[in-house]
C-alpha cells in the first residue's frame, strides 16, 4: 500500500509539472536558437581529436584501442536546425578561462564528459605544460599551466550524502555535507542519476535516510526529485552567480533496451548508426521530467545542457564491448572521441555567447 502511494503521489506532481528549466543559449543574446533540437549529420573532418594522442583517455572510453572494428561513430557532428554551433577552440577556451576553476561534479558520465573536454583543449594545445594530481578518492585536478587553468572532477554518484552508519551505509537525501569541496569555482557542471537507478549489489547505499528516518527502499523518482531539491538548497544558498556559472549536464540515456528505438530484440551490441527519425520512439525520460522540476524552482540561474534528446539519438555511440575496465555490455557510458565531445560543443557555445 505504501508504494502505491508514494507511485500515486509521484503521478500527481509530475501531471501538474511545468517543465520550463532554461537553458543557457535560450536565455541568452543568441535566443532565437534552441540549440538541442536537431540532427546528426556525417561529417568526414571529425572526430574532433586523436585518442591515442590524448594523455587524459580511459580504457574505459577508448573505444577506437580496444578493438571497436568500425568508425562511423566517430563522424557525427550535431547539427542545430535554426543555427550552427561554433567551432571548439581549445586555446581560445584556454585564454578565456585563464586562471579559473571549471569542476565538473558527479558520476562516470561526468568523467567521461571531463576526459572529452580535456582531450579536446590537449588536441589545440599539445605542447601545453600540465599537472594531473588525485586528492583522495573524489577530487581529480588537471592544470594547464602556462594558463592556470584548472579542470577538476569531483566524483559523487548522488550528490547528495552517502554516509557510514551502525545500521549500514545511509543515503541521505536532505544532507550534501560533500558540497563544501564545490565552493570557490568559477564554473560548475553538475550531474546525476545513473547511480538512483541501480539495486542489489549494485546499489552503493543499504538503506535511504530522510528527516532522521531510515527507509529499505522508495520510489526512486521520488528519492531522485528529494535529493536534487536537496541539491538545489545548497545551490540557492552558496552559489554567488556574479562569481560561479552554474550547469546541469542532462539526463545521459542508455540502450540496453532496443524497444525504446522500436528494435526490440537490439540493444546498443552491433549499433552503426544513430537513430534518424525526428521524434525518438521512447519519449522523454521520466527522470528529465523530475530534474527540469527541480530546475523550474531553482532561484538561482542554473543553465540545463538538455543533451537527453540528442544523445537518445546515439544508439551507436557506446562501448559495448570495446572497453578496457568495463565488465559486460556497456549501453550507458560513451566512446571518445564521440558524443561527450558534442556536449562539451555546447557548453563552449554557452559560454561563448
Not at 572510453?61 to 578493438?67: E, L, N
Not at 544532507?175 to 549494485?202: C, E, P, V, Y
Request: with cysteine; glycine share 8%; proline share 6%.
Amino acid at each position: 500500500m505504501g508504494s502505491f502511494t508514494s507511485l500515486l503521489s509521484l503521478s500527481f506532481f509530475l501531471f501538474f509539472c511545468q517543465i520550463n528549466a532554461t537553458s543557457y543559449l535560450n536565455s541568452s543574446k543568441a535566443n532565437s536558437c534552441n540549440v538541442f533540437k536537431g540532427k546528426w549529420v556525417y561529417d568526414p573532418s571529425y572526430p574532433l581529436y586523436n585518442p591515442a594522442t590524448c594523455p587524459f583517455i580511459d580504457p574505459e572510453f577508448d573505444c577506437v584501442k580496444y578493438g571497436r572494428p568500425d568508425r562511423s561513430y566517430l563522424k557525427y557532428r550535431w547539427q542545430p536546425f535554426g543555427c550552427n554551433l561554433p567551432r571548439f577552440n581549445g586555446v581560445e577556451f584556454l585564454q578565456r578561462w585563464k586562471g579559473k576553476k571549471i569542476m565538473f561534479v558527479g558520476d562516470s558520465l561526468s568523467y567521461n564528459m571531463w576526459i572529452s573536454l580535456s582531450c579536446m583543449i590537449h588536441s589545440w594545445a599539445p605542447n601545453a605544460k600540465y599537472t594531473l594530481v588525485k586528492s583522495g578518492g573524489s577530487l581529480t585536478i588537471l592544470t594547464f599551466q602556462d594558463y592556470g587553468l584548472q579542470l577538476l572532477i569531483y566524483r559523487t554518484t548522488t550528490l547528495v550524502d552517502i554516509v557510514n552508519q551502525n545500521e549500514g551505509r545511509v543515503l541521505k537525501l536532505d544532507s550534501i555535507k560533500q558540497g563544501s569541496a564545490w565552493m570557490g569555482m568559477d564554473m560548475l557542471i553538475f550531474n546525476s542519476w545513473h547511480w538512483w537507478t541501480h539495486t542489489g549489489r549494485d546499489q552503493p547505499w543499504d538503506y535511504i535516510g530522510e528527516g532522521g528516518k531510515l527507509y529499505k527502499d522508495m520510489n526512486r523518482f521520488v528519492a531522485y526529485y528529494k535529493g536534487m531539491t536537496t541539491w538545489s538548497r545548497w545551490v540557492n544558498r552558496y552559489v554567488d552567480p556574479s562569481k560561479t556559472k552554474v550547469f546541469f549536464q542532462g539526463i545521459s540515456p542508455t540502450h540496453y533496451e532496443g524497444k525504446d528505438w522500436n528494435e526490440p530484440s537490439n540493444s546498443c551490441k552491433g549499433e552503426t548508426q544513430p537513430f534518424f527519425g525526428l521524434r525518438y520512439p521512447a519519449g522523454t525520460p521520466m527522470a528529465s521530467v523530475v530534474l527540469n522540476k527541480v530546475l523550474a524552482r531553482v532561484k538561482k540561474p542554473v543553465y540545463l545542457l538538455d543533451v537527453t534528446t540528442l544523445s537518445q539519438y546515439r544508439k551507436d555511440a557506446h562501448p559495448t564491448y570495446y572497453s578496457g575496465n568495463h565488465i559486460g555490455l556497456d549501453c550507458s557510458h560513451w566512446c571518445l572521441p564521440g558524443l561527450p565531445d558534442t556536449w562539451n560543443i555546447l557548453l563552449y557555445a554557452a559560454v561563448s555567447g
